[in-house]
């Protein structure tokens, strides 16, 4: 009798435990368990405006995001300053669990894809071979949002107008703590674009003019003149030089919000070959959005007509 009970018993005991088993079961490989999601990881840049440099390489050795590398990554050298108005370079793919991409990692390298010092450099409209002196490892401090159930284009915005400076012949990244807030890291779904066109640019009065995004409120005076590193608008979310030939610019992968924009003109005003700012530009649009205040959607495009009518303040 007593061992009928106590195999009734153990029968009894096996069973809670598995159900028990079976319900942890569950909630760590359904109920807990993050959705991953494959996210392709691009990159690209805004226009430098330095009428010395012709183009900048960088040399990527392992992207690292979430704490997992690029699968198959091979070191790979970009020209970096060719990735405007939207164009993009593939680095790779990698599964992602859903929720934020907060921890990524670009590591450069200090040779190129084959070997060859150095491996980040500008090329000078001389036709010289600078090295870019820079840390090897950039921890970016932006994140964006990964999805579950869509497509995942993680964008970084390199930014080299913000990024890159110059001591006489001498090119460096900015300090490290400006170089990781100065890379974006967007999700393309999130993004939208402004475009526009320029019917009179000459009445800037300069070889080059430059359009600035900011965010609304955010732009002041100061933002002209060059900060501690030597930048000029370095809160500016991104820029796009305006053509010369055409008005036409295009400002690319800016995250759904409200915007101003501001155009500011360059020319070479010492003879020292080099461009220097000459000052913000008055500039209307024909169309009912405000340019100290416009909203741009994810996935859509803001288009501005705009007239130029001289440089403020003269």
């Known amino acids: 009798m007593l061992i009928k009970n106590l195999t009734k018993f153990s029968l009894i005991l096996g069973l809670i435990l598995f159900a ?12 807990n368990e993050e959705e991953m999601n494959s996210t392709a990881v691009y990159i690209t840049d805004s226009p430098v405006d330095d009428g010395e440099v012709d183009a900048i390489f960088i040399t990527v050795a392992d992207v690292m995001i979430n704490g997992e590398s690029i699968e ?7 020209e970096i300053s060719s990735l405007t108005k939207g164009r993009t370079e593939l680095l790779g793919e990698l599964d992602l669990e859903a929720g934020t991409a907060s921890d ?16 980040n450099y500008v090329m000078t409209s001389g036709g010289a071979k600078e090295e870019i002196t820079t840390a090897t490892e950039i921890n970016i401090s932006d994140e964006a949002e990964i999805f579950a159930d869509a497509q995942n284009e993680l964008i970084l915005d390199f930014d080299l107008r913000k ?48 359009a600035y995004a900011y965010q609304e409120g955010s732009f002041d005076e100061s933002e002209s003149s060059a900060n ?84 403020l303040g003269l």
Not at 20 to 31: A, H, M, Q, V
Not at 104 to 119: A, C, F, Q, R
Not at 286 to 291: K, N, R, T
């Open 228 to 311: 501690s590193e030597g930048i000029n608008f370095s809160n500016a979310v991104s820029s796009s030089a305006v053509s010369d030939s055409n008005g036409e610019f295009e400002i690319h992968f800016l995250e759904e919000g409200d915007y101003e924009l501001h155009f500011a003109s360059y020319s070479d005003i010492d003879d020292d070959g080099k461009l220097e700012f000459s000052g913000m530009v008055e500039a209307s649009t024909a169309s009912s959005l405000d340019l100290s205040g416009f909203t741009v959607d994810a996935n859509s495009e803001v288009n501005l007509q705009i007239t130029f009518t001289g440089l």
């Open 104 to 119: 990524i990692t670009l590591t450069l390298s200090e040779t190129d894809s084959s070997g060859n010092g150095p491996g």
């Open 20 to 31: 028990s088993c079976s319900e942890d079961d569950t909630l760590d490989n359904g109920g």
């Open 72 to 78: 198959g990554f091979n070191k790979t050298t970009i």
């Open 163 to 210: 990024s890159l400076k110059q001591d006489g012949g001498t090119y460096s990244f900015v300090s490290e703590s400006q170089l990781e807030n100065n890379i974006r890291a967007v999700n393309k779904a999130d993004t939208g674009f402004v475009t526009g066109s320029v019917d009179n640019t000459s009445e800037a009065n300069g070889e080059v003019v430059v």
